[in-house]
């Protein structure tokens, strides 16, 4: 029996299925996905104008391709998570120059942070500390900690995605959560 809250991922299928002819299952899929594809590309580049830019290529992508959506292959989650990856990839080609930005140089004042996701993001305390320990990780680890956490996918979504085996992302995981600690100060 499934948990109470807790929504099986062939129910994204069926309704990924559904969505080629009903707008309702559509947006059912739109409203779940969003926030968490917006946190994961937002988390990567750390600029709301340029997540918001990589988010919509996103979901403009999968409404184009929905009808190559096999579920034999991969659940819809992990479908969509690869389109998103594919797109920030995408984005990093295009700018040429993939270099880590610094929060200082993208942070914008005039917008109240705390109506946009990523200001939603930020508000616990010492989540910008985070985000700013996250770019001393590799691009691999990185990719895997904001597709466990802020993507919400299990270390075999996540291998399908990235094309690794489930052991090896467990593995990844654990040494980057230990670099985190450590570069956290919260070593024990």
């Given at each position: 029996m499934q948990p109470i809250g807790i929504t099986p991922p062939n129910r994204w299928n069926t309704l990924?299925?559904?969505?080629?002819q009903d707008?309702?299952?559509f947006d059912e899929l739109y409203n779940h996905f969003f926030p968490i594809i917006y946190n994961v590309?937002?988390?990567r580049v750390k600029n709301a104008a340029i997540a918001d830019d990589i988010v919509s290529d996103t979901f403009l992508k999968m409404t184009q391709n929905l009808g190559t959506f096999d579920e034999e292959r991969a659940s819809f989650g992990t479908w969509l998570?690869?389109?998103a990856m594919r797109t920030l990839t995408d984005y990093y080609r295009?700018?040429?120059h993939r270099q880590n930005v610094e929060w200082d140089d993208v942070f914008s004042p005039a917008v109240d942070e705390k109506e946009r996701p990523e200001g939603q993001l930020l508000q616990k305390e010492g989540k910008s500390e985070l985000l700013l320990a996250l770019g001393k990780l590799s691009e691999r680890e990185q990719r895997i900690i904001?597709?466990?956490f802020w993507g919400e996918m299990s270390n075999k979504e996540?291998?399908?995605?990235?094309d690794m085996t489930p052991s090896n992302v467990g593995v990844i995981l654990h040494r980057a959560m230990g670099t985190l600690k450590?570069?956290?100060g919260r070593d024990s």
């Open positions: 990924a299925r559904e969505a080629l707008e309702g299952a590309i937002y988390a998570s690869r389109i295009w700018q040429s904001e597709l466990k996540i291998a399908q995605t990235l450590k570069v956290l």
